[in-house]
């Protein structure tokens, strides 16, 4: 059909300019010295080198600390929720996994923010436990409080997919289980939770890409000093003004975070059925 | 017949390396039940989408009361189209997919009001103004479908395999149906199907089509008793064909004997291939007959037997009422009129 | 099994406290009568008084309603018409754009943000306003096309063929026909464009300056001295928020049940 071909020209340069020229400037920074103007530029692979310094290994390294305890958390949190939510009534379900999105639509700052005054050390939490006769804990500004943050932000995205899998199982595969003779936990270990991998991979690499890659939640919630490669990235630009090595950064976290979606859709059976 | 009111020429199209219609070139007149039959990919859909207007022709051109058409627009062509699975708007209900048209033409209010309703009572679906097209039966969406084009008065009416999604005995009482709003409404139908018996029960006119190139067109009569090659005789109805060699006028040669017939302006000594229907082989004793064979089966079918009798050359398909045992020493029997001699095509 | 329902319930409801319980609490100090955020001493509404005399905070209300009105306007009607579009292009055009559609839902934001940064800094354009409302646009198309694409696609291709042949123009086709079959994944494009434009800060972060804030980045910047008009500020967005996403959701449960309920009264 000729009609309406033309109508994808406006987006296809929208999204070249708009889309592809900034990853490409972003290249051209990471592989470049010379500040922020493109007029002296010269090629250097240094940039990537400087990631390898301590300094900066260190920032990755705790990233990906963070990032898998967010996941182990939101896991061993995420999969019984997902796993009670789906034993409900068509109509229940729906209702309850509508609360669980609800804090996705929400703005994460202010749910960041409504953090900090419960964890503050003259927070809620604490003057509760003082009440209670016990010494105040100080939770703000360390990884705890970072954690408790991304995995509130983050949880809903390993629930999700879970519960997706877990609804689609037939639940004569179930019966055949206990048919054939396996125990509840025989059953669950050996047919539910395989069936379920996909949600599961799907949660657990969403969470993953989540936490190693934002940087409000640690900002607000672990302190001005405590880095991530999100706010490592955010000091490159705005306070040392290093450009060219806050792009090379980028590029590598894009580059992996890219990798690891690929991995999860060619591991998602429904992902690659279509198209 | 009528005047001529669409003419394709030479009409051919590509969709990228594959040509899906290698020159089509056809008549069809006023008034005129007209049947494109083939199977699927044979060009038969393309071909009323050119018509329609929603492809363009590679090459050649489309006439329309005389005048070339095959650059304009499908909205603005005197023809209307029934899809394959209807294509009503599901956001309507019955009175306004019928109205559509009607509507974008700016048409007064209660004229179109008028002419739905003298539709609907055409298709059979009076009362059923202000149903949600979603919930109707197939056969109901079918005749929303057939009254939404009808309403524009179009001067030729375009059906995509209209019956397809429909189950056997609805797509029988439909047949029946169609072929009286075509009279009814006195407009040329252009009907597209893939089902032999469906074309041949309601058409005037039958075109035989397989990989983008017309096969025979003739009337229902025609095509069944006198296919013009192997490939009208093998998709109409089941046939027995013969490699033969035409002798000479009246005289045709296969499996060894010479056989008269009525098949005339063939070359002396021409390859032919012949074709016997089923139905026209009588079974008879082995010595009143040349050909002679064994019963190899026999299945019941409901009205007649199907009866496969292997011979010295091939078994051959026969269709009686009367039983045989497999096993039986038979002998095939059928007059010179029963033989339909063919050009040979090409392989 | 009774005993195992109560257990879930309770483990629902401790999940559940865990999202919400940070919300209620920054709901009910915004009612305090002091600034205290640990002791409530008393109902009062002057937080919200404070919050509509603040100017700036006003000003990023104002930002951050007028960018996401705008830039959800503009990213749908691109969106959609993209996506449109796209069903009727080749296997290869098709991809090609949605891969590309695709890179700025999975990058993560902090990429596309500084992208977007050194973009509008190569192309010296002032930041502010106007870079903040583009960044938006081009962040929430992707999330239209992604919405509307595929309702295109399940599409019958003879809808629009239908309209023309009975004497609709390409754009009465579309209006009449084809916007109305994918108005519900233009609606859904409409919410999520306005919500990620809404809750955006990373991205507004990167590319806004000479003092235009929204809300995420005017919140930002005042987490380090607490100041209880964010929290009335706060229970406002969340409220509002809520009560649309439930309305939408709510909304087609409630035709869909009206609408079986015909279906039903008809089969009897």
């Known amino acids: 059909m000729k009609y309406f071909r033309n109508l994808v020209k406006p987006y296809i340069i929208w999204s070249f300019l708009m889309i592809v020229v900034p990853l490409l400037l972003i290249v051209l920074y990471s592989v470049t010295t010379g500040g922020n103007s493109l007029v002296n530029i010269q090629f250097t692979l240094d940039n990537f080198g400087k990631i390898a310094e301590p300094i900066y290994l260190a920032v990755f390294i705790r990233s990906f600390k963070i990032g898998l305890i967010t996941v182990l958390i939101c896991f061993f949190m995420g999969y019984p929720l997902a796993y009670m939510i789906a034993r409900f009534s068509e109509k229940v379900q729906s209702v309850l996994i509508l609360v669980v999105t609800i804090p996705m639509w929400i703005n994460m700052l202010l749910r960041?923010?409504?953090?900090?005054?419960?964890?503050?050390?003259?927070?809620?939490?604490?003057?509760?436990?003082?009440?209670?006769?016990?010494?105040?804990?100080?939770?703000?500004?360390?990884?705890?409080?970072?954690?408790?943050?991304?995995?509130?932000?983050?949880?809903?995205?390993?629930?999700?997919?879970?519960?997706?899998?877990l609804s689609k199982i037939d639940k004569s595969l179930i019966e055949a289980a206990y048919d054939l003779g396996a125990n509840r936990v025989q059953t669950f270990f050996r047919v539910v939770f395989k069936l379920s991998l996909p949600g599961v991979i799907n949660g657990v690499i969403m969470t993953f890409l989540l936490a190693i890659s934002s940087f409000v939640i640690p900002k607000l919630l672990g302190g001005g000093q405590y880095m991530l490669i999100g706010n490592l990235i955010e000091n490159q630009f705005i306070s040392v003004g290093d450009w060219n090595f806050g792009s090379a950064i980028s590029l590598l976290l894009a580059v992996v975070i890219l990798f690891l979606i690929h991995l999860m859709k060619k591991m998602d059976p429904d992902e690659t059925e279509e198209g | 017949m009528g005047n001529k009111i669409i003419e394709l020429k030479g009409v051919t199209k590509n969709?990228?390396?594959?040509?899906v219609l290698k020159g089509i070139d056809l008549n069809i007149y006023e008034n005129e039940f007209l049947t494109l039959l083939g199977p699927s990919g044979c060009g038969k859909t393309t071909t009323l989408r050119i018509i329609a207007g929603f492809d363009e022709p590679s090459q050649g051109q489309v006439l329309f009361n005389g005048i070339e058409i095959s650059k304009l627009p499908p909205y603005k062509r005197e023809v209307n189209t029934v899809f394959q699975k209807y294509a009503l708007f599901p956001f309507l209900n019955v009175y306004d997919n019928v109205a559509f048209g009607l509507n974008i033409k700016k048409v007064d209010k209660s004229i179109i009001a008028q002419k739905v309703s003298k539709v609907l009572k055409l298709v059979g679906l009076e009362g059923f103004e202000k149903r949600d097209v979603t919930l109707l039966s197939g056969g109901q969406q079918q005749r929303v479908a057939i009254a939404r084009a009808l309403v524009n008065e179009p001067k030729v009416l375009l059906l995509d395999e209209p019956l397809g999604a429909l189950d056997a005995k609805l797509r029988k009482e439909m047949q029946i149906e169609l072929k009286k709003i075509q009279k009814e409404v006195g407009i040329t139908f252009i009907f597209v199907t893939h089902d032999q018996e469906e074309a041949l029960s309601m058409s005037d006119t039958v075109v035989v089509m397989n990989e983008g190139i017309i096969q025979q067109i003739g009337t229902p009569v025609d095509i069944y008793n006198e296919p013009e090659n192997r490939f009208v005789a093998d998709f109409i109805g089941e046939s027995n064909i013969i490699e033969a060699v035409m002798l000479r006028d009246c005289l045709v040669q296969f499996d060894g004997f010479q056989f008269e017939c009525v098949d005339k302006g063939f070359k002396d000594e021409e390859e032919v291939e012949v074709v016997l229907r089923p139905e026209d082989i009588d079974i008879v004793k082995p010595e009143n007959a040349k050909i002679t064979g064994v019963v190899k089966s026999?299945?019941?079918?409901?009205?007649?037997?199907?009866?496969?009798?292997?011979?010295?050359?091939r078994d051959y398909l026969i269709h009686t009422t009367d039983y045989f045992e497999v096993g039986l020493a038979v002998g095939l029997s059928f007059g010179p009129e029963d033989i339909h001699v063919m050009y040979k095509m090409d392989y | 099994m009774k005993k195992s329902r109560i257990f879930s319930y309770i483990y629902i409801g401790i999940c559940f406290a865990f999202f919400y319980l940070p919300i209620l609490v920054t709901m009910v100090f915004s009612f305090n009568s002091s600034k205290s955020l640990t002791k409530f001493t008393g109902f009062s509404l002057k937080w919200y008084g404070e919050l509509l005399a603040d100017g700036e905070i006003m000003k990023a209300v104002y930002?951050?309603?007028?960018?996401?009105?705008?830039?959800?306007?503009?990213?749908?009607?691109?969106?959609t018409v993209t996506a449109i579009g796209l069903s009727k292009n080749r296997k290869v055009v098709k991809e090609w754009i949605l891969n590309i559609n695709n890179i700025p839902i999975m990058n993560p934001e902090i990429v596309t943000a500084i992208g977007l940064m050194i973009l509008f800094s190569s192309l010296k354009i002032t930041k502010g306003y106007v870079t903040m409302l583009l960044a938006h646009i081009i962040f929430c198309t992707p999330y239209v096309i992604t919405s509307v694409y595929p309702k295109v696609r399940s599409l019958d291709p003879n809808l629009a063929n239908a309209a023309m042949d009975l004497g609709a123009t390409p754009f009465q086709a579309l209006t009449k026909v084809i916007i109305p079959m994918i108005k519900e994944g233009i609606y859904a494009g409409v919410l999520l464009s306005f919500t990620m434009s809404f809750d955006d800060f990373v991205i507004s972060y990167f590319v806004t300056g000479n003092g235009v804030q929204n809300i995420s980045i005017i919140v930002y910047n005042m987490t380090k001295r607490i100041n209880p008009t964010i929290n009335a500020l706060s229970t406002i967005v969340i409220l509002v928020l809520v009560i649309t996403i439930l309305i939408v959701n709510l909304v087609p449960m409630?035709?869909?049940?009206?609408?079986?309920?015909?279906r039903n009264e008809k089969a009897c």
Do not use: R
């Open chain 3, 254 to 262: 409630m035709i869909k049940k009206t609408k079986e309920k015909q």
């Open chain 1, 112 to 165: 960041t923010y409504a953090w900090i005054s419960l964890l503050s050390d003259n927070g809620i939490i604490n003057s509760f436990l003082v009440s209670l006769g016990f010494e105040p804990v100080t939770m703000m500004y360390t990884d705890f409080a970072v954690a408790v943050g991304l995995v509130c932000d983050f949880l809903p995205f390993m629930v999700i997919p879970i519960h997706t899998s």
């Open chain 2, 15 to 19: 969709f990228g390396e594959q040509q």
């Open chain 2, 298 to 313: 026999l299945v019941f079918k409901g009205v007649h037997h199907e009866i496969v009798v292997q011979t010295k050359y």
């Open chain 3, 63 to 79: 930002v951050s309603v007028s960018v996401a009105i705008i830039a959800t306007i503009v990213s749908t009607i691109l969106g």
